[in-house]
């Protein structure tokens, strides 16, 4: 069980510290072989101001992946999903311009072999959040909508798993627009579907 969380600056710093230092870490170890020592030494912190915030290892993932989805949420709550279906372009650049600015981060996701269980935690969380945005805005839906989105989200998280994998070649806006052009036409196809159970 997480400790309870403080709110003041210093706190947050250290919070902040301790995750970085962990992302670090997990682009060569497991995270069950992270020693709280190793963390506490790149963070430059005491292990009883580690202990403060938290429990273990798993704690501090655990805040990490809360973040990521506060980070979504925060951006999903600025867009309806009509614009969404208009134009995914600029909900998808503010929702991965934090993830790409972080390289620690995105390097643990895209190449961590400890990863896998985090990245689907992603997958799911923006399906669900992105077929709610669509009943929202639809009202209703069929058996087959959840697996669309699930397809469109999962297909475009591996899209930037191959750019990352490629070396980012290609510059990053091109990838969003075709990744926001490719879920454009998945859409027309989902509306297609719905269209012709109806």
Not at 108 to 126: M, P
Not at 136 to 150: A, D, L
């Amino acid at each position: 069980m997480e400790k309870v969380k403080k709110i003041d600056k210093r706190s947050l710093r250290t919070r902040s510290l301790i995750k970085k230092a962990v992302i670090v870490l997990l682009k060569k170890k497991r995270p069950n072989e992270i020693a709280v020592t190793e963390v506490t030494k790149i963070a430059l912190i005491s292990r009883n101001s580690f202990y403060t915030h938290y429990n273990s290892i798993l704690d501090v993932l655990d805040d990490i992946f809360n973040d990521v989805l506060d980070s979504f949420d925060l951006v999903l709550s600025k867009y309806d999903y009509s614009e969404f279906e208009k134009n995914p372009y600029p909900c998808l650049k503010e929702i991965s311009v934090p993830l790409i600015a972080n390289s620690a981060f995105s390097e643990f996701v895209i190449f961590s072999k400890s990863s896998n269980s985090f990245v689907q935690g992603i997958i799911n969380a923006l399906t669900e959040k992105f077929y709610n945005k669509y009943l929202q805005n639809r009202g209703t839906s069929n058996e087959n909508i959840p697996y669309m989105v699930n397809f469109l989200v999962a297909g475009s998280i591996n899209f930037v798993y191959k750019w990352f994998v490629d070396g980012k070649v290609v510059p990053y806006d091109v990838v969003l627009k075709d990744i926001s052009n490719l879920i454009t036409e998945g859409i027309k196809m989902i509306r297609n579907i719905k269209n012709e159970k109806a």
